[in-house]
């Protein structure tokens, strides 16, 4: 049960989530976290092509690209990527995925073997504007890995204030952003649209503080998450939808997995289920989360108790049914529980003050 469970939820995910192991990138604050990258820029990407690869089960391609702004290196034309591309044969989970006429900001490493410039999914590189003219104006009081860079290596700024309204639009003619601005600061309603003039969000603002109501849709037009905020902070309930589309391969590995007609499968897979919830007191602590499978039952649960400072963290199998409980206070354990298959608990341990076990039971399955 624990296999499918795990195949299932995997499946649902991207990818290269569970395909392409990556070491967590910590943040960096000077040119001395960026040493291991001899070259970093901003590009827009121009051509993508096939190379000469003696070691063909290592798949790597070459992408061309005018620099836009260059902050470390020298002068480039193209760069060897990793992995394949979507106009190229073979494909892996680690593919980069650049397209032409995207803009990035690459992150290049000198390969000791080969002493050549190559980038890869693993490295910093950031897809920051597509090919289609969509960029992620989500955040817009976050510092931009752009504006970040150019301070690090000293580069010219220029600092953009608005008053009034302000609208952009795409190359083909869509609005992209609608918004105002009351003494250079945010206010009253924001929209963004994709590049296919669906709406992509809708905002509130109050004196550059989130306020109120944000509504997040999908490029298909769906309601994909809801969520309220009070001077930036959230507050009461967020929900969150699955955005992904039903796939022939999500049905019959999901028909597969589960012993139903794939007919069943696009039924259980097609309805629009709550993915996340989660519900926060005014302050922004979280008080209740929920995750839920493509089916509708839960997955995972956390109760925060805030008389007792106790948190519950439980957890389900692809039925529903509980499977196990952790119950922590100040981050130190104060129970486990485990139940099998047919609802039965079959143990249970409790800890003391200082996080040692003091009893563990173990319960037999009752014929």
Known sequence: ???????????????????????????????????EYDFIA????????????????????STSFNIIELYKGKELKNILVTGSNELLKGWTSCDLGERIGDEWMIFGYTNKKTKKLQTG???????IKSYDGYENLSFPSKTTLKKRLQIL??????????????????????????EFYKRQKLNGERKLWYPNGKLQSLQNY???????VFKWYSKQGNLI????????????????????????????????L???????????????????????????NTLYSVWYLPNGNKWQEFIFDKKSKQKINKYYDSKGKLKSELITTKGKRVSEKEWNDLGELIKHKMYDKKGKIIKENIYKKRP
């Open 1 to 35: 049960m624990k296999f499918k469970l795990t195949i299932i939820i995997l499946l649902f995910s991207t990818i290269k989530t569970y395909s392409c192991s990556c070491e967590p990138k910590p943040d960096f604050k000077s040119q001395n976290d960026l040493n």
């Open 42 to 61: 901003h590009v827009k990407i121009t051509d993508i092509k096939n190379t000469e690869n003696k070691k063909p089960e290592f798949l790597v391609h």
């Open 121 to 127: 999914y693993c490295t910093r590189s950031t897809r």
């Open 153 to 178: 290596f000293d580069k010219e700024i220029i600092e953009e204030s608005y008053n009034g309204k302000r609208i952009e639009f795409y190359e083909n003619g869509n609005k992209q952003l609608e």
């Open 206 to 212: 109050k004196k550059g503080y989130k306020n109120g």
């Open 225 to 256: 998450k809801f969520e309220k905020f009070r001077k930036s902070i959230n507050i009461d309930t967020t929900n969150i939808w699955r955005s992904s589309p039903v796939s022939h391969l999500s049905v019959s590995v999901y028909s597969d």
């Open 258 to 284: 589960n012993n139903v007609t794939k007919k069943e499968a696009f039924e259980i897979l097609s309805k629009r289920h709550v993915w996340q919830q989660y519900i926060f007191d005014k302050k922004g």
